[in-house]
Structure formats: C-alpha cells, structure tokens
C-alpha cells in the first residue's frame, strides 16, 4: 500500500515490523564533497555549485569529444560555485576590454552554451535552457555541514563510521548504511537506551553536535564520535 507525500513515495508497514519510505523508490536529499569528489569521470561527472549537486554525466555524453566540455571535465567532481554569480544564479559576466562588451567570464576557456565572443555561423541558440539553470540534472543537495558518527550492530558487533549531513533524518542515514547491512529496517535503534526517531535527524533525536566545542577547546572533534545501537528485531526485512 503506497501514498505520495511531497516527491516522497511511503509504503505503509507490509515490510513486517517497519514503517518507513519505500527504499525502491528513496531519492537522497543530500550528499556531501567526498561523495561527489567520486564521480569524476565523462562518464559519471559530478559537480556542485551554489549548494546543490548536479549529475552532468548526460551533458558530457552529448557533447562528447566536444572541446566546449574540456573545462567542465576539468572541473568534475568539484564544486564550481565561484563560476557564478550568486545573486543573478548565472554565469559571472565582466566588460571585455578589447570590445566594451559585456560577456561570460570563463578563464578556464569557454564552455557548452556560453557564447563565443563574436558572431560565427556555427553558434546555435536554440538548444533551450542553458545546462546551469536547467534543473532536470539537480540530483540533490549539498551538505552545509557533516558529521561522522558510529552504527554498531549489537547482533554482529560489526561497527561502522558515517560521516552524513547535519540535516539528514535517520532514514537517510539508514539509506546510506544499506551496503554494510542490507537488513538495516530490521533492526531497532537507540541512542543511550531510548529509541530513535526515525523521521528526525541525529540532533533532533538528542544526539548532540559537539564539533564546534571541541574547536573551541582546540581539541580534535574526532575524539568522541556518538554511538548508534543496532538492535536486531527478527523480520529480515531487505531493502
């Protein structure tokens, strides 16, 4: 039994024990530079700017072999914020002085759907929305901070550390934890004895971000790292 909440599809509890989004369809709101930094290829380019995060990989693919693409495979993986300017959400500009005319400033080289500098009758301006403000490539956005924090599995005592996003919810996190344990809905979990809400981030649930104390007493964040039990509740739910 399925309902729409926002672009979220939810699956009410037939998973057993569970009720939660329905990871067939579970969209991330949010990634971080690390994740990002991966896809770094024409053939999985990444890119960040202005705090979202763009899947490129089409783009690049269109214009293969294109020179226009060079300084955006330059660029994968990275964030291209200062490209822009983030009061217009456009490409910065600047006066030319050779021509008095205003154009795109591009010191890495021109690029797909920036102009060239004067008229030529190869330049088409009919391919619609220019890539950066066509947000069919948004996949997400950009954390404004992480965290790491520790998930152990009481049943195995397997522990692993994630770094994840401030704002992420607990189901997020539980998303990102899949590949070490594809049975993660299964299990019950708790922050000093007390269950988790599972549609509230790590701070709403009470576990607190201390980093910037521990920056304030020149003391490395990493020294205490909070501890998420894993309690195993026996359905095998798989996601």
Known sequence: MFEMEGDE?????????????????????????????????????????????YNLTPLAQKHKGSMLMKPILEAAGQDISHWFDPKTQDIRTHIDPLTGCLKYYTPKGRFVHIPPQLPRSDW?????????????????????????????????TQEHT?????????WEILHRYLPYNVHAAS?????????????????????????????RLNMDPELYI??????????????
């Open 9 to 53: 599809i939810l699956e009410k509890p037939t998973r057993g024990l569970v009720e939660g989004p329905n990871m067939r369809y579970f969209r991330r709101r949010y990634f971080n530079m690390a994740e990002v930094a991966r896809h770094n290829t024409v053939d999985d380019l990444w890119v960040t700017y202005l705090g979202a995060v």
């Open 124 to 156: 088409a301006n009919d391919f619609g929305l220019p890539w950066w403000r066509d947000t069919d490539y948004q996949v997400g956005l950009l954390s404004p901070k992480t965290r790491f924090i520790r998930i152990i599995n009481t049943l195995t």
């Open 162 to 170: 994630l770094e994840v996003g401030t704002l992420e919810t607990m």
């Open 187 to 215: 299990y019950t979990w708790k922050f000093n004895g007390v269950n988790l809400n599972m549609d509230k981030t790590l701070e709403e649930n009470g576990i607190k971000d201390e980093d910037f104390e521990f920056e």
């Open 226 to 239: 909070p501890a998420v039990l894993l309690y195993f509740n026996d359905d095998l739910t798989e996601l």
